[in-house]
């Protein structure tokens, strides 16, 4: 028996890497790549020996359209670009600069903010390409990358990217949204009641309403936190314009008393005396008998449109509704899960797109809901730090969170708020988003560890101030 050639940990790691680049060329055969899967062996061994003979010949890899866009792949997601890098070092300093200016109270008025126009120009959604049983899994694979790739490419090369928004550009991601919305009957889409406009997709909409004719409820979810009256004109608003059925829902209790204006102390106080801990705190949710209702008369509804969309039978012979869940990071999905379960059957965060992968939940006997990860859709000219206090743009990946601070600050009291005026370095000197991070880190004892100055690195203020419910909560309800 011949004896084998050696194959130190170098050749495999050379191996391994070549399988990898391998899988980011899209457009390879898959018989070209199962016969040099074939020969990986021989082929590194001729490799090694032809580099040290000096008579190695350089091999010229293809781009995919993502990398011809000069576009930056994190290593080991190659479908997930990096689109979002056009802020330069000096753009970043000179806002870190800008942070000393002082606030523009002249903002801070006594009724609703005078909201920023948003603009509605719905931007396309990557769709699943047409298939069928004949259809084998590399096939539509193939046919899925290559049009993932040219709606991405599209997308960037119609519009400036300075003027997208932070959306979803993992296909794995949009791939578990396809299979949601084809084995549901009903389609949940759960926004934020105090801004809804920022979770809503007409995109999405037209995809499941006009394209698969399926029907669509609105959940405008955490009115316990929104005014009564701006919830019901949200409401009115969705029904008038697109024609979908609306419920109202919150997982707790609202604030039933009476309380100042700012007195975050007192609402944090009303806040825990209304919400229940362990498994009967979901009894105080409002709206999930409507949304159950809902849902079974827009399945039969649908199903009897629709004959050919045959209910899942379970083991037992029990036929099922099946719903599927959309919505934006940080809408609270899972939260709206738990409450219509009586229990908790799925993990809560307040971080941004906490659930990472498509699971099936049984409601009861004869419902089946499907839960999709959190989707940021494209959209055009919204500014970053709306992204940021409504949730979707990832807040560990901002370079510097005065911008969105000054923002809140020109239009809140945050340092009544805080209580931050006897931490205050000099009363003679206005208001900043500088002064305002160091007078609460000075408050909460958040100090550097060689000089002992006041600490106010971004996580500071992104998750005490910024990410606050009550904060967001004060300043979304009125938008």
């Known amino acids: 028996m011949p004896r084998k050639k050696a194959f130190s940990g170098k050749q495999k790691k050379e191996q391994m890497k070549e399988k990898r680049d391998r899988k980011r060329e899209h457009g390879d055969e898959p018989g070209e790549a199962r016969i040099i899967l074939d020969q990986d062996s021989k082929d590194i061994s001729e490799k090694a020996a032809a580099t040290a003979s000096g008579t190695a010949t350089t091999s010229v890899k293809r781009k995919s359209p993502l990398e011809a866009l000069g576009l930056k792949l994190q290593p080991g997601r190659s479908l997930r670009p990096i689109l979002f890098e056009d802020d330069t070092r000096q753009e970043v300093e000179a806002r870190k600069l800008a942070a000393n200016l002082p606030l523009d109270l002249s903002r801070r008025v006594t009724g609703p903010i005078e909201s920023e126009q948003l603009n509605l120009l719905a931007l396309p959604i990557p769709k699943r390409p047409a298939w069928t049983f004949e259809t084998t899994p590399e096939q539509l694979e193939k046919q899925e990358n290559e049009h993932f790739d040219q709606w991405l490419s599209g997308l960037l090369t119609t519009y400036p990217r300075k003027s997208l928004n932070y959306f979803e550009c993992n296909l794995e991601t949009w791939r578990q949204m396809w299979r949601v919305c084809e084995r549901s009957q009903v389609i949940l889409i759960v926004t934020d009641a105090r801004y809804p406009l920022f979770h809503f997709s007409t995109s999405l909409y037209e995809y499941v309403k006009k394209d698969m004719g399926k029907p669509i409820i609105l959940v405008l979810n955490k009115i316990d936190i929104a005014d009564p009256e701006t919830v019901e004109q949200w409401s009115k608003y969705f029904i008038d314009n697109y024609g979908i059925k609306v419920v ?48 079974r008369e827009c399945a039969a509804e649908f199903l009897a449109r629709c004959p050919e969309q045959a209910r899942p039978v379970d083991s037992k012979g029990q036929k099922k509704f099946v719903v599927g869940s959309i919505g934006s990071p940080n809408v609270g999905k899972s939260s709206v899960i738990n409450a219509l379960s009586g229990t908790k059957v799925v993990s809560v965060s307040r971080t941004p797109g906490h659930t990472k992968h498509f699971q099936t939940i049984h409601l009861s006997e004869d419902i089946v809901l499907c839960d999709c990860p959190g989707m940021v859709f494209p959209a055009l000219d919204r500014p970053k730090h709306l992204q940021i206090l409504c949730g979707l743009y990832p807040l560990p990946h901002m370079r510097e969170p005065y911008t969105a601070l000054r923002y809140v600050a020109e239009h809140l009291p945050l340092e009544d708020i805080y209580k931050l005026h006897e931490h205050r370095t000099d009363p003679d000197v206005p208001w900043s988003p500088l002064s305002l991070a160091e007078a609460f880190a000075k408050k909460s004892g958040y100090v550097t560890g060689k000089a002992g100055r006041p600490d106010v690195h971004k996580y500071v203020v992104i998750y005490a101030i910024l990410s606050a419910p009550l904060t967001t909560a004060e300043l979304l309800s009125k938008c």
């Not at 609202?254 to 944090?268: A, C, H, I, M, S």
């Not at 801990?277 to 008998?289: C, E, I, L, N, W």
């Open 248 to 295: 109202k829902f919150s997982s707790f209790k609202g604030f039933t008393t009476e309380l100042p204006e700012y007195d975050v102390t007192e609402r944090r106080a009303a806040v825990k005396k209304n919400v229940l801990r362990g498994p009967a705190k979901y009894a105080t949710s409002q709206g999930q008998d409507a949304i159950l209702q809902l849902i």
